[in-house]
């Protein structure tokens, strides 16, 4: 008996592990449910996310973005309402859902604003096959009538009436410039991230086509045609 060991001989007087604090299966469950969403919105956004890295990190070969890259991106306020030329009202938030090419004029439309009317509809014509997920945008910054004489040309423009004030909150021109002198590139998402030069023309607006097929080329993954919008 000298040679045995006490816990041989008396049973093991430790508390057992006991029954479970009341509340933590659901706190676990809990924690368990927010990881999976998380989960599932970093599966969701992956494609967003790589075809983003891919144009503005690696940019193969070197290529250097014509376009100033707005960083960070400004969202748009979604909530204002425009205008369309027959009356109606309707949300900015409206237009998420595609690429936009924006440009931003009184309705008057001076000399700066027919040329940048014209080159938006080149630009977008450009893009062939996948030009319908870009869409042309004008919104004039006022209430006077357009000019007849351009009216026909817009037909597949988006043309909708906007404040001022709340444009000169979302949007900025360059140092020097007026608003309404450069091309506003919107993403699906309804982020401003890209600003053209003022005032393109000829090899500049070569460039900003190439930038609007690579922007066009990285998104193809997530970003498909389809968004209904209603003409003005």
């Given at each position: ?6 816990s041989?001989?008396?049973?093991s007087?430790?508390?057992?592990p ?25 599966v ?32 748009m306020?979604?909530q204002?309402?425009?205008t369309?030329?027959d009356g ?20 008057a439309?001076?000399?700066?604003c ?11 014509e ?5 030009k319908?997920?870009m869409d042309?945008?004008?919104l004039?910054?006022?209430?006077a ?5 351009i ?7 988006t043309v909708?009436?906007?404040?001022g004030?709340?444009?000169e909150s979302?949007?900025?021109p ?13 993403d ?14 000829g090899?500049?607006?070569a460039q900003?086509?190439r930038?609007?097929?690579r ?7 997530w970003d498909?045609?389809g ?6």
């Open positions: 008996m000298f040679g045995s060991n006490s041989d001989v008396y049973p007087m430790a508390p057992g006991g029954p479970e604090p009341a509340g933590r299966p659901a706190r676990r469950s809990r924690r368990m449910g927010r990881w999976q969403l998380l989960g599932l919105l970093l969701c956004a992956a494609p967003v996310l790589a075809s983003y890295f891919t144009y503005y990190v690696i940019r193969p070969e070197g290529r250097r973005n014509f376009g100033q890259l707005v960083e960070p991106q400004r969202p306020p979604a204002a309402l425009l369309t030329l109606r009202q309707q949300p900015l938030g409206e237009l998420r859902g595609q690429w936009l090419l924006v440009s931003v004029a009184s309705g439309c001076d000399a700066d027919r040329d940048n009317l014209y080159l938006q509809r080149q630009l977008r450009g893009m062939g096959r996948e319908e997920r042309w945008v004008w004039v910054t006022d209430d009538a357009l000019p007849v004489d009216t026909a040309g817009l037909s597949q423009a909708l009436r906007a404040d004030a709340m444009l979302w949007l900025a360059e140092a020097g410039h007026a608003l309404s002198e450069h091309l506003y590139v919107v699906p998402g309804g982020n401003w991230m890209m600003r053209f030069p003022a005032r393109l023309e090899a500049g607006a900003a086509r930038d609007l097929e922007l066009l080329r990285a998104s193809s993954s498909q045609a968004r209904t919008k209603e003409q003005p």
